[in-house]
């Protein structure tokens, strides 16, 4: 089992559709993480929080809206997405200043875009 | 900028021996921590092993050992007595001092024969 813990763990939708994916950890990380994975990829950054603040946006399309309601929860809101961004998404925690700690990954959610 | 190279798509081993993944890596950062990711079929990715820059011995975990060989700026994962659940994707992966985020290589897909 993992300590960081995503929600739903498979999600298809339309692409009219509005969703929310979920994240929690309870390690008293202060800063999470949002990845995209293409099959046979690997993780590309989208968001990063620290200190529930946004710090980092790797460019990524306002249709991916994220949000971090406290220390421990992450959700990414999804709206009017399109195929091509079917993929794994991966969170994940960490120490904020601590090159020597690793990130904590959780599941993951499967979506797939009709 | 930082960067980590994979030059090893795909590996194959027999059960029982010893196989060594390669990863190389390029940074301007005198402290930063090389990370070791296995991601099986099933999505998750989980932590194995961590090697700190200023670490002077090699990092051990049970069968997964790093050779880190910092002049050659290359941190060689080495897993010891394969079995057939270290089939998995294989990610390296650095992150420099500071609030930086994990910066991934291309990974490596290990499969083990019985």
């Known amino acids: 089992d993992t300590e960081v813990t995503q929600t739903p763990k498979h999600l298809v939708m339309g692409m009219t559709n509005k969703k929310s994916l979920k994240c929690e950890q309870h390690?008293?990380?202060?800063?999470m993480y949002w990845y995209k994975q293409k099959a046979k990829k690997p993780p590309e950054l989208m968001f990063v929080?620290?200190?529930?603040?946004?710090?980092i946006n790797e460019s990524v399309p306002s249709r991916f809206s994220p949000e971090c309601p406290n220390s421990s929860l992450l959700n990414l809101h999804l709206h009017a997405l399109q195929p091509e961004d079917s993929a794994l998404y991966l969170c994940?925690?960490?120490?904020?200043?601590?090159?020597?700690?690793?990130?904590?990954f959780g599941d993951g959610t499967r979506l797939s875009i009709l | 900028a930082q960067k980590i190279t994979q030059t090893q798509p795909g590996m194959f081993v027999q059960e029982k021996e010893a196989v060594t993944l390669d990863c190389t890596y390029d940074?301007?950062?005198?402290?930063?921590?090389l990370f070791w990711y296995k991601q099986p079929s099933s999505g998750e990715m989980i932590f194995l092993i961590y090697?700190?820059?200023?670490?002077?011995q090699n990092a051990t975990e049970g069968r997964y050992s790093l050779n880190f060989q910092k002049a050659r700026k290359s941190a060689n994962l080495v897993i010891s007595a394969s079995q057939l659940g270290d089939s998995a994707m294989y990610f390296c992966?650095?992150?420099?001092?500071?609030?930086?985020?994990?910066?991934f290589g291309k990974g490596t897909r290990l499969s083990v024969i019985a």
């Open positions: 994940a925690s960490s120490q904020v200043r601590e090159s020597n700690q690793p990130q904590h």
């Open positions: 390690m008293g990380h202060r800063a």
């Open positions: 929080y620290s200190y529930e603040k946004l710090s």
């Open positions: 940074t301007s950062d005198p402290s930063y921590g």
């Open positions: 090697q700190g820059s200023y670490d002077q």
């Open positions: 992966a650095m992150r420099v001092s500071g609030n930086t985020p994990l910066v």
